[in-house]
């Protein structure tokens, strides 16, 4: 019963069951809502389900227009919903990186934290490397783009930059590699804070992995748990250029004010890098105005270009299907398809003032109704006292909120100091919960726990269930945790999607009964077992350095 999804068995009795049952019977959702049991409330009535029926190619406009108002922060991307496919293990998105190098002919991006230097990274270098050679034999012009961070990058004799050394060195022309440097670490500081903890001052977190017109978004690094027993989310989004457009450029304005490697392992800042990101004076407000105005830049000139879809779809209250097939000259949709998925990309540079996701993701809770339910996952819990405001005090919706148990934390029995990580979370959960309890929320507000032996979670994001929809019509997935240093401190991205595509639908509410089906709900009896035995000076130190992880 657990693995069905304790999200419906608890506040929808034997909703769970009935659609896992519905889905293998191929049993549309006007079937089901017939069988619902009359003891639910009457928004889940037959005529009330909207946007989940298979054989249904009608948009229900109103899902857009609840959606509005991320237009006004961010470009708008339309889509068909067949084009994006969800993955749920990470030998499926291993799998797809390395078939998707292969295959690309243009462009190959891929941003992220790291890149380790195991056999299976290798065997995706390789792929990148033949993918490479092969388009300059056959005069190609395939260009292939890295950015990572300067310190995760560099740490320990065989790093990312070790890896990729062969191919930069064969394929200088075609193959760039960036290394960010955050401006916050700088100075004394700098010179005597060791590998490990000179990261904890902001870091690239971005996990952008683009394929010609193929974007993997996930929160997975590249490396070898992260391809095994590391759980994590992943959405595929095919053939969609001007998103892909927009990350690219993204990614490129960060990496024109990064640090470039050399073939001889060196680094160089590019040559019209007007300010240093950690030397001189003014404590890098020079360097971060210069990131902001291009980043920004950036951003906008998409804004602009894709106003129409945003105004069209999400903003106007007389939408029709024929602004649709309009909107579809314009976007990532094949001949005869419409679109019925929008996609909202956010972007998140605390240390730049770049603040569109925090903007995006705070409104979300507080505008949500009270007949929403929001799932909520982060691999490392640690709201942000705004997102924590916002959730129990301001926000009506109910959240179910996931995130990993002790042994699923990715420090737990690690050596020293960061062996003390996974209780530091414990201390944080236990805090929330309290908060959650002293407010009278615990009807509303659950707390989850990842426990799958052998396993580690990091899969962060959430799904949105509006009032009246038995399947998600909206998620949000990519880098951040919705903690301090995704708010402050890193560089983090993921995307808005909205849908009304039932197949995608489906997907994102299997990928979301998978990870609360490995999961126990948190209860004051959680917190009286023997790993929840939190270290007194953690207590002390916690609330002092909560805010550089």
């Not at 298979?54 to 889509?79: E, L, R, Y």
């Not at 990572?148 to 890896?163: E, L, P, W």
């Not at 930069?168 to 590699?177: G, H, I, P």
């Not at 193929?214 to 992260?226: D, K, P, R």
């Amino acid at each position: 019963m657990m693995l069905l999804g304790r999200r419906f068995l608890r506040r929808l009795p034997n909703i769970g069951v009935m659609l896992s049952i519905a889905a293998t019977r191929n049993q549309s959702m006007e079937e089901l809502a017939t069988n619902l049991p009359r003891t639910l409330d009457s928004q889940f009535s037959q005529s009330n389900i909207r946007g989940s029926s298979p054989g249904n190619n009608s948009i229900d406009f109103n899902v857009f227009k609840h959606f509005q108002w991320i237009g006004d922060v961010t470009p708008c991307f339309g889509v068909h919903g067949s084009q994006i496919q969800v993955l749920n293990d990470p030998n499926e998105f291993y799998d797809a990186l390395k078939k998707l190098s292969k295959s690309s002919k243009s462009r190959i991006l891929l941003a992220s934290l790291y890149l380790g230097n195991g056999k299976l990274e290798q065997e995706l270098v390789d792929c990148i490397y033949d993918a490479t050679k092969a388009s300059e034999e056959a005069g190609g012009d395939l260009r292939v783009k890295f950015l990572f961070d300067y310190m995760r990058g560099s740490r320990g004799k065989r790093n990312t930059r070790t890896i990729l050394l062969p191919l930069l060195k064969d394929f200088e022309q075609r193959v760039s590699v960036a290394l960010y440097h955050t401006p916050d670490l700088r100075g004394l500081v700098k010179r005597i804070l060791p590998e490990r903890y000179n990261e904890t001052f902001g870091v690239a977190h971005m996990k952008i992995y683009l394929f010609d017109d193929t974007i993997v978004m996930s929160g997975a690094n590249l490396s070898e748990s992260y391809f095994t027993d590391r759980q994590d989310r992943y959405i595929i989004i095919k053939s969609s250029r001007a998103l892909a457009d927009f990350f690219e450029e993204v990614v490129t304005a960060v990496s024109s004010l990064s640090f470039q490697l050399q073939p001889d392992d060196g680094l160089r800042l590019p040559d019209d890098l007007q300010y240093h990101p950690f030397e001189g004076s003014h404590n890098g407000a020079l360097y971060r105005q210069q990131m902001k105005r291009l980043v920004e830049e950036t951003i906008s000139c998409h804004r602009d270009y894709d106003v129409y879809i945003s105004s069209q779809v999400s903003r106007q209250s007389d939408v029709n299907e024929q602004d649709l097939d309009v909107i579809g000259l314009r976007s990532s949709v094949a001949e005869g398809q419409k679109v019925d998925t929008l996609i909202y990309p956010l972007v998140q540079m605390g240390p730049f003032d770049i603040r569109h996701d925090e903007v995006v993701t705070k409104a979300l809770f507080e505008k949500a109704p009270s007949d929403t339910t929001i799932l909520l996952a982060s691999g490392y819990f640690n709201l942000t006292t705004h997102y924590m405001q916002s959730i129990v005090s301001s926000c009506k919706a109910h959240f179910d909120i996931l995130t990993a148990s002790p042994q699923a934390n990715g420090f737990f029995g690690a050596s020293g100091v960061s062996g003390a990580v996974p209780d530091a979370y414990t201390y944080i959960a236990k805090q929330f919960f309290d908060e959650v309890t002293s407010a009278n929320q615990s009807s509303r507000i659950s707390l989850f726990e990842y426990l799958r032996p052998g396993w580690t979670v990091h899969a962060k994001g959430l799904w949105y269930y509006l009032g009246g929809h038995l399947l998600p019509v909206m998620t949000m997935i990519g880098s951040p945790n919705f903690g301090y240093r995704s708010v402050f401190r890193d560089l983090e991205a993921q995307v808005v999607i909205v849908t009304q595509n039932n197949g995608l639908q489906k997907q994102l509410h299997q990928e979301q009964l998978q990870l609360y089906g490995h999961s126990n709900q948190v209860t004051d009896e959680t917190f009286n077992q023997p790993v929840r035995q939190i270290p007194r000076w953690v207590t002390y130190v916690t609330p002092i350095i909560r805010n550089f992880f």
